[in-house]
């Protein structure tokens, strides 16, 4: 078992690289059987439409006509006792366990010794593996092998089957998520092929056959001329036989099956990119199989020149992307940039393999009012591109290849919540008031785009978030003074006469800078916002003089500070801008007037000094999509966990209630900017802590206003005291979703009335 990790990466690799999943888990079988000196392997998985049973899917050692027949009740024999104990079992001597169960015809009784193991992904079972043998009992050596294989072959397995549930053929099905952005869309997927990555490059029909051959051709030569190229310069100063991969590599691309193969392909009615792809991997396939290493290294070199071909292609690929009228876009990791390469017109949702509701691109997608569904486990990208497709992004859901039935149902909601929309904009000049007369101020989030009409025509009271981050993410280099000052300049002078929050850079943790690399294990818990700009007051400093010189006629401006985890950094902050106040001050001749300063409280540590914290600010903007993520030690972006990430999780509203009445000493008042602030349920939660500001993306406010308006001040603060006394967050949402219903509102938060 020396070389354990090595096996385990060997199988690992090539079940991932099977082509479809029987074959795989034949591969599966016939590796165990050899590695753990067995003389039989079987593997069981779930039966798709029968709850509990299990069926054979693949065995060595045993007689093979056997697959596909033998089913298992729930709990039949040792194999349905494993699944449902979801523990594993090593016996000597199976035939006289009492769980024994004969199947005829399988020859088992040959191989009395076994040890079985589940096979688990996200707490379901998926299926049992089982080794055999006719005598010495497995070790544990052996027995934690398995268990770890398994372990590993359960994602892959997972992954595999959900790939084969969308090649087969256009039935329709439903992908689970989580909530991203809110809304609803019918619309057609689009595959962004940003990342030059095999597994980014989409299946594709092509009726321009003659068009995807020059293409290939023309790819390929351009990748063979610039070897011969490399080879002739690295001979000046690298030994022959390194220059000699550069002359291999251009000959495999000289003819062959690499290129014949792939032509096939095409000429059978296939896009160059994919047919590339599927020569690709089968060829290095062949030999990630291989026992000799040097030959399985040999499939890296395939790939290798797989990705420069396939790069050639997608440049000339991408200059003619055909937008479908309503863009589903879908990615497995879609970027806050990649939503400004579709046309606005044309976006009407995203679906994204990676992420949740507090990445940035979900935020974006809200404010842009389109609905997202974020975090889907094993989506099948490639698969999916030119699909129909239904988005939710209520509740986190698609359906791909939608029927008439939901087609209509979702046609159906689409007339509702437009309806409601409709309706809404009724309340837009109206001021957000309670039903017992408390006025609650509404602001929008903003800094992601520069079109304010839409904050401007939902009545927003000011803006409570200005994320300064993208100007300074869509630069190659820091953006000067100037540049800052135009951009301010344009936002506070058009909300002149209403509060303008800008909040100084908080890059760091899921926001790069191309031109300031930050390599970190943890970027959460790293250099982060003030962390970085008070490492670096030349940039803080830059940004305040901008900031305070863009103010001087609109004098709106408040200051709002990221990530202070103590008093230290906040008094650091306030020096700085102090000083830049009064260098100001002197060039102009001027007096200005310091702006209003808060802290954003986001870090679990400013919750615990909030009265310090506050003695020292103007106001405080809770973050909620960080504090929940620090009180919960919950990745905002990680889709394993997405399903924990919830701000109405007791631990989060009672660290809010904390800040409220820390804030209350000094009476300093507090809003609220993260996402919390525009989730319906959020609204209702926060009021009930007597939190009167709220920030939020712009296609919330009218929703939001909604709410404040169907309930008083005095039954919100009661139902949080209800909250308080549940244990989980699913309660909690339940119970404020109970309300809204009450109210005939429930259309705010979920698809339908
Ligand atoms: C937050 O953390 O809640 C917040 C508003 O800031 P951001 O999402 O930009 O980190
Ligand atoms: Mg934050």
């Given at each position: 078992?020396?070389s ?5 990466q ?6 991932n690289r099977?082509?479809g999943?029987?074959r795989?888990l034949?591969?599966i079988?016939?590796s165990l059987?050899r ?5 039989a392997?079987?593997?069981f ?9 299990l069926v054979?899917?693949a065995?060595?050692?045993l007689?093979p006509e056997i697959?596909?027949k033998?089913k ?21 001597n199976a035939?006289?366990?009492k769980?024994?169960m ?7 009784t ?6 079985g193991?589940p ?6 079972v998926?299926?049992?593996?089982s080794?055999q043998r006719v005598e010495?009992?497995f ?16 994602t892959?397995i ?5 790939q084969?549930?969308?090649?087969s ?7 689970k998520g989580?909530a ?10 689009l595959?962004l092929?940003?990342?030059v990555?095999?597994?980014?490059v989409p299946?594709?029909k092509t009726?321009d056959v003659?068009g995807?051959?020059?293409?290939f ?7 063979c001329d610039e070897?011969?190229e ?10 022959e036989?390194?220059c000699?991969l ?7 691309l000289?003819g062959?099956s690499l290129?014949?193969?792939t ?6 009615g296939?896009?160059a ?5 599927e020569?690709?991997e089968?060829?290095?396939?062949v030999?990630t199989?291989?026992?000799d290493?040097y030959l399985a290294e ?10 420069r ?5 997608m440049?000339?690929?991408s200059?003619y992307?055909?937008?479908p009228e309503q863009?589903i876009?879908?990615?497995d ?16 949702g995203?679906?994204?393999a990676h ?6 691109v979900?935020?974006?997608?809200h404010?842009?009012g389109?609905?997202a ?5 094993n ?5 999916l591109?030119?699909?129909n497709?239904?988005v939710?992004?209520?509740?986190g859901?698609?359906f ?7 087609l209509?149902?979702?046609r ?5 919540e437009a309806a409601?929309e ?8 109206q001021?957000a008031?309670t039903?017992d ?20 025509r939902s009545?927003a009271?000011?803006?409570g978030?200005y994320?300064?981050?993208i100007?300074?993410q869509?630069r190659?280099r ?6 800052q000052y135009l951009?301010?300049k344009d936002?506070?002078e058009t909300?002149?006469g ?6 100084t ?8 800078l191309?031109?300031f690399?930050?390599n970190?294990a943890?970027p959460?818990l790293g ?10 007051p030349?940039i ?11 103010s ?9 500070l ?22 100001i001050?002197?060039?102009t001749?001027?007096?200005i007037l ?7 409280i986001?870090v679990?540590?400013?919750v615990y000094q909030?009265e310090d914290i ?7 903007s809770?973050?909620t999509?960080?504090?929940t ?9 990680n889709?394993n966990v997405?399903?924990?990430?919830s701000?109405?999780h ?5 660290a809010m209630i904390q800040?409220?009445?820390?804030a209350?000493?000094?009476?300093t008042?507090?809003s ?6 525009g989730d319906?349920l ?10 009167d ?6 296609g919330s406010?009218l929703r939001?206003?909604?709410v404040?308006m169907s309930f008083s ?18 309660l909690?949402r339940?119970?404020?979703?109970a309300r809204l219903d ?5 259309g705010?938060i979920?698809?339908?009335k």
């Open positions: 078992m020396a354990m990790i090595h096996r385990l060997r199988i690992v690799q090539e079940v099977a082509p999943i029987d795989a034949v591969l079988t016939e059987t590695d753990l000196n067995a003389d392997c079987t593997i998985l779930a039966a798709k439409d029968e709850p509990g049973v054979l899917q065995c060595s050692g007689n697959i596909g033998v298992l009740k729930p709990g039949q024999g040792l194999i349905g006792a494993i699944a449902a104990r979801a523990e594993a079992m090593n016996l000597i035939p006289v366990h769980k024994f004969l199947v005829p015809e399988s020859g088992e040959d191989f009395p010794v076994m040890l193991v096979i688990i992904a996200h707490r379901d998926l299926g049992v593996i080794v010495d009992a070790n544990e050596d052996e027995e934690a092998f398995l268990t770890t294989l398994a372990a590993q072959l359960a892959s997972e992954r595999a089957e959900s084969d549930r969308f090649s053929k256009r039935a329709t099905h439903m992908i989580v991203g952005a809110p809304g609803m869309a019918i619309g057609v997927a595959v092929n940003r990342g990555a095999f597994e980014s299946d594709k009726d003659e995807e051959l020059k293409s051709r023309e790819a390929v030569r351009k990748v070897l011969t490399q080879a002739s310069l690295m001979r000046a100063s690298l030994p036989e390194e000699a550069f002359i291999a590599y251009a000959q495999m000289s062959g290129i014949d193969d032509e096939q392909s095409i000429k059978a296939n896009w990119p994919s047919s590339w792809r020569t690709v089968q060829h290095a396939y030999f199989r291989m026992e290493r040999r499939a890296n070199d395939i790939r290798d020149l797989g990705l071909v396939l790069r050639k292609l440049l000339e690929q200059a992307i055909d937008f863009t876009l879908v990615g990791e879609v970027t806050a940039t990649d939503l400004a390469d579709v046309p606005i017109e044309c976006l009407s995203v679906i994204s992420g949740s509701s507090s990445s940035h979900a935020i974006l997608a404010a842009l389109i609905p569904v974020m975090g889907v486990p989506l099948p990208v490639k698969q591109d030119g699909v497709l239904v939710d992004g209520y509740n859901s698609a791909v290849n939608p029927g008439k039935s939901i209509t149902e979702y159906q909601y689409l007339k509702e409601i409709q309706n809404l904009l009724e309340l837009k000049d001021p008031i039903s007369q408390h006025k609650v101020s509404l602001l929008v989030n903003s800094g992601l785009m520069s079109d304010y009409t839409p904050s401007l009545g009271e000011g803006v978030l994320r300064t981050e100007p300074f869509i190659d820091f953006p000067s003074e100037e540049e951009i301010y936002v506070l909300f002149k209403m509060p303008v929050v800008l909040r850079l908080d890059v760091g943790g899921d926001k790069p191309s031109y690399p930050i970190e943890n959460f250099w982060r916002g003030v962390r970085i700009t008070l490492d670096h030349e803080f400093v830059t940004q305040v003089r901008a900031m305070i010189r863009a001087v006629n609109a004098n709106n401006l408040e200051i709002l990221p990530m202070i985890s103590g008093k230290a950094e906040l008094v650091e902050c306030l020096g700085l801008i102090r000083r830049v106040r009064a260098e001050e002197e060039e001749g001027r007096q310091l702006p209003r300063i808060g802290a954003m986001e679990p540590s400013a909030i506050c003695a020292l600010s103007d106001f405080v809770i973050g999509n960080d504090l993520q620090y009180l919960l030690a919950v990745d905002r972006n889709e997405a399903d924990l990430f701000s109405l007791p631990a989060v509203l009672k800040i409220v009445q820390g209350a000493v000094s009476e008042p507090v609220v900017c993260g996402e919390l602030a319906p959020g609204v209702m939660a926060l009021l009930g802590m007597g939190i500001s709220l920030s939020m993306s712009v406010l939001a206003k909604k404040i001040y005095e039954e919100l603060a009661e139902l949080l005291q209800q909250a308080l006394t549940m244990s989980d967050s699913i909690i339940k119970m404020y979703a009450e109210r005939g509102l429930g705010l979920r698809a339908g």
